[in-house]
């Protein structure tokens, strides 16, 4: 094995390789080869259906994987015996719409997981949350039912809530599409603190500005393949494919 390939594989947090997804008759993976090493962010773009949502919902088996190998943090996610739990504690999500539990405050959202699948005492997992809600803003809101929150507030808490288990990835899947403008911005700040703190990130993203900004990476899918990948000067200054140019020439 050459050096540089024991070098990639030592850090790599993510490996796909040739993962292929299906909903009945319909292909909607055909074989995505991605590698994401530790720390590194990596911004998936692509038109709408090419599948993007797909593929992070494969990475911590949210979706069953018809062929193909997803490592996740050595984890094997592919493998049948794997026990998925296990994995999901390493990776943490966050949605388009927040999916915070309703009936409970801020903090009770953000201290269940841990409490539930990681066994920590409720003493333990109260201070942890109280500490991530001051890393998002948000003490003052401890209390708090989800629905009097604004949907920026929601989603800084639903943030908390996925670093509660401290996982060492984190994924978003359009993490502001839902947002009124002016909350973005509050919402790209923690992901912004996270990159800085060098957390490894897959974001989905609408958010070309951003995505160039904070992006190590920038992956363009359509029609269930990477189109092409890149640094985000260069995907985005100099694309290769007429399919991203074209993509591009639509959203920039
Ligand atoms: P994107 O996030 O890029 O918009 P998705 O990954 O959500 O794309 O969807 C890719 C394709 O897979 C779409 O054609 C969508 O209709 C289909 N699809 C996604 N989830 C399901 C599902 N649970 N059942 C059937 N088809 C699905
Ligand atoms: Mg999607």
Redesign the pocket.
Known sequence: MSEATAETQKNAKITVKGLR?S??T?E??KGIDVEIREGEVVC?I????????????CLNKL?EISDGHVIVDGFDVTDPKVDINEVRRHVGMVFQHFNLFPHMSVMENIMLAPVELKKATKDEAKAQALKLLARVGLQEKANARPASLSGGQKQRVAIARALAMNPGIMLF??ATSALDPEMVGEVLQVIRDLAAEGMTMVL?THEMGFAKEIGDRVVF?AD?VVCESGKPADLFGNPQQARTKEFLSKVL
Not at 46 to 56: E, I, N
């Open positions: 997804k909903f009945g319909n909607v993976l998936v692509g038109p709408s259906g090419s599948g993007k949502s797909t593929l992070l919902r979706e899947d359009e989905v899918m269930g």
